[in-house]
């Protein structure tokens, strides 16, 4: 099971993320379930982490206007296990995608400082 918690109105999650050559940090990424990625990362967190490129996707913002996101490639400890999965790099908060929560049930007390938990389904 997954755990965070609810502040300044978002759920927030703590998930450590690692690139090619093992250099990891421990980031707080907000769940977006409006997000059908992975995970959003802002370019210093990429560059810092020395994600490798792996091309561009286009995406549709909330607003409906179009943009284009450069694509990389990392792991994060989901669960208790390392997992490859694809970074949108985006110029905002890390963010907790759809993809990332798929077989997963989020349950959240929508209140500050409340219980976010994410668990396997089965």
Same mark, same amino acid.
């Given at each position: 099971m997954?755990?965070?918690v &609810? /502040?300044?109105?978002?759920? /927030?999650l703590?998930?450590?993320?690692?690139?090619?050559r093992? /250099?990891?940090?421990?980031i707080?990424a907000?769940?977006?379930t409006?997000y059908?990625? %992975?995970?959003?990362?802002p370019?210093d967190? &990429?560059?810092a982490?020395?994600?490798?490129r792996q091309?561009?996707v286009?995406? =549709?913002?909330a607003?409906g206007?179009?943009? =284009?996101f450069?694509v990389?490639e990392a792991? &994060?400890? %989901?669960d208790g296990a390392?997992?490859? =999965?694809?970074i949108?790099?985006?110029d905002?908060?890390p963010?907790v995608?759809?993809?990332l929560?798929k077989?997963?049930e989020?349950r959240m007390? &929508?209140r500050p !400082?409340?219980?976010?938990? =994410?668990? !396997?389904?089965?």
């Amino acid at each position: 099971m997954i755990t965070g918690v &609810v /502040r300044a109105g978002a759920a /927030r999650l703590r998930l450590k993320v690692r690139g090619p050559r093992g /250099r990891g940090r421990m980031i707080e990424a907000i769940i977006d379930t409006g997000y059908s990625g %992975w995970l959003s990362l802002p370019p210093d967190l &990429v560059s810092a982490l020395g994600l490798p490129r792996q091309g561009f996707v286009r995406g =549709i913002l909330a607003d409906g206007s179009e943009t =284009i996101f450069d694509v990389y490639e990392a792991t &994060v400890l %989901w669960d208790g296990a390392a997992r490859g =999965i694809t970074i949108d790099e985006a110029d905002n908060d890390p963010l907790v995608g759809m993809d990332l929560l798929k077989g997963y049930e989020l349950r959240m007390q &929508v209140r500050p !400082r409340g219980k976010v938990t =994410i668990k !396997r389904l089965p």
